[in-house]
């Protein structure tokens, strides 16, 4: 009986018996200055426009006196001054259960894909704190991506978050399918942030496919939603990914990018009066970068394995968010364009990549057999200049003698077809093979 009625009792105590009121005396864009009403950073409240159907969502981002800052989730058309405002008496949350897989939604947390509405079994909040460090399962179990090039060279362990760096256009969106389609987790959230439209449909219809959208969750704010929007679906999908952990599942969640996660806060804070500080981002955006990244990891139970995109501009692996991002996650996969224009796809940069828990759980002949590779590859790109024009002359140098033989070898088990699967136990034999095939 309790069980029948539990819904009911959840709807009757988040019900907000005292309405707090205000109204709006400026609009800046997407910004709404409201006198009152009495709330508190990241309450949602409503505005409500005579000239709209339905009221207008926003999110209070900042307090100056009786002036209540507001980023609005939609539309500012129609708002004006005068219009009520209500306070909702609560921060942004979403509903969470079995049935949000092979859904995709938006930045509230609502279904984008027309099947319905989602029936939630609880609701987190968008916004939460991560998990107590000394209450994380320690990270020991590795986890599979299904990609030769990590796989085998850049083990992941459960729990471990990891930033794929590169420029535009380079293959990030199609190392995030790859994954996707082929890693051993129990299941996929992936944040699609400020992504163009098509790119949202063509994700989840060409690069997903059918039976990788069964597993997964997508959370979807496109490149023209308002910046609130932009923000909040990462911490929707962090929310998400939580859910399923404390469920005991492994989770691997999926952003694309958190450079678009910082853009939009830098709009936030900029319109919200902050000063900017390095290269035009304000403080606050650094302080959400690592608010956001420090929920993914181990819990209690389960485990949230990240995987974010970053997008450098101008190829610069140095600019702020880059930096900010690599000295805040446990390690980085360099995509290279130079190459992507080779058509050497993934187009990992294993060199100028790392894993910092890789040794940790792979095994001796794993790591030996890695690191076996790594030197003969870092060999041969030392000297690749003087190899490529003939000036290098065999017999010069045993060990670039060797990286030359393996060449081949290694760029054929790097290189690997976008649908292409590749069992762990199948890397870790063609990792061996090489391996043996270069100490001969």
């Known amino acids: 009986?309790?069980?029948?009625?539990?819904?009911?009792?959840?709807?009757?105590?988040?019900?907000?018996?005292?309405?707090?009121?205000?109204?709006?005396?400026?609009?800046?864009?997407?910004?709404?200055?409201?006198?009152?009403?009495?709330?508190?950073?990241?309450?949602?409240?409503?505005?409500r426009a005579p000239y709209k159907g339905h009221p207008v969502l926003a999110e209070v981002v900042g307090l100056a006196g009786t002036t209540v800052k507001l980023m609005a989730y939609g539309d500012t058309g129609g708002v004006e001054i005068g219009c009520e405002v209500s306070a909702s008496?609560?921060?942004?949350?979403?509903?969470?259960?079995p049935g949000l897989l092979g859904r995709v939604m938006d930045a509230t947390g609502r279904p984008l894909d027309n099947r319905g509405?989602?029936?939630?079994?609880?609701?987190?909040?968008?916004i939460a704190s991560p998990p107590n460090p000394l209450e994380r399962k320690s990270v020991e179990e590795r986890i599979v991506t299904g990609i030769r090039a990590i796989d085998g060279l850049l083990a992941v362990a459960k729990g471990q978050r990891l930033g794929i760096f590169?420029?535009?256009?380079?293959?990030?969106?199609?190392?995030?399918?790859?994954?996707?389609?082929?890693?051993?987790?129990?299941?996929?959230?992936?944040?699609?942030?400020?992504?163009?439209?098509?790119?949202?449909?063509?994700?989840?219809?060409?690069?997903?496919?059918?039976?990788?959208?069964?597993?997964?969750?997508?959370?979807?704010?496109?490149?023209?939603?308002?910046?609130?929007?932009?923000?909040?679906a990462a911490f929707v999908a962090t929310a998400v990914a939580e859910y399923f952990r404390d469920q005991?599942?492994?989770?691997?969640?999926?952003?694309?990018?958190?450079?678009?996660?910082?853009?939009a806060q830098r709009e936030i804070g900029l319109a919200a009066g902050e000063p900017p500080a390095q290269r035009g981002y304000p403080p606050s955006?650094?302080?959400?970068?690592?608010?956001?990244?420090?929920?993914?990891?181990?819990?209690?139970?389960?485990?949230?394995?990240g995987f974010y995109t970053v997008l450098v501009d101008g190829d610069d692996m140095d600019e702020p968010i880059a930096d900010k991002v690599r000295g805040t996650i446990d390690g980085h996969i360099v995509l290279s364009r130079k190459l992507a224009q080779a058509y050497h796809y993934p187009a990992i940069d294993v060199l100028a990549s790392i894993s910092r828990l890789a040794n940790r759980v792979s095994s001796r002949e794993e790591r030996e057999a890695a690191a076996s590779i790594r030197k003969l590859m870092a060999s041969y790109a030392e000297n690749e200049d003087m190899i490529t024009a003939g000036a290098y002359q065999k017999g010069s140098s045993p060990s670039v003698d060797r990286a030359i033989d393996m060449h081949e070898n290694i760029e054929s088990f790097l290189i690997q077809d976008e649908y292409e699967q590749s069992p762990l136990d199948s890397t870790a034999a063609k990792l061996r093979a090489l391996a043996e095939r270069a100490r001969m």
Not at 253 to 262: E, K
Request: aromatic share 6%.
């Open 1 to 47: 009986m309790e069980t029948l009625f539990s819904k009911y009792i959840d709807a009757v105590e988040r019900t907000q018996t005292i309405h707090y009121l205000g109204h709006v005396i400026a609009v800046t864009g997407q910004l709404i200055e409201s006198r009152g009403p009495r709330s508190v950073i990241g309450e949602m409240c409503e505005i």
């Open 89 to 97: 008496g609560s921060v942004l949350q979403v509903g969470v259960g």
């Open 117 to 126: 509405d989602i029936v939630p079994e609880a609701f987190y909040p968008a």
């Open 166 to 232: 590169a420029g535009s256009g380079v293959g990030k969106s199609t190392v995030l399918s790859m994954i996707a389609r082929n890693t051993g987790a129990d299941v996929n959230v992936i944040a699609l942030e400020g992504e163009r439209g098509r790119e949202v449909l063509d994700f989840i219809k060409r690069d997903l496919g059918e039976d990788g959208l069964k597993r997964s969750v997508v959370v979807a704010a496109t490149s023209d939603q308002p910046s609130i929007a932009r923000l909040r």
């Open 248 to 263: 005991g599942k492994d989770v691997m969640l999926m952003f694309d990018s958190i450079t678009r996660f910082a853009h």
């Open 285 to 305: 955006v650094f302080e959400m970068l690592p608010k956001l990244l420090e929920r993914a990891g181990t819990g209690t139970t389960g485990s949230i394995t």
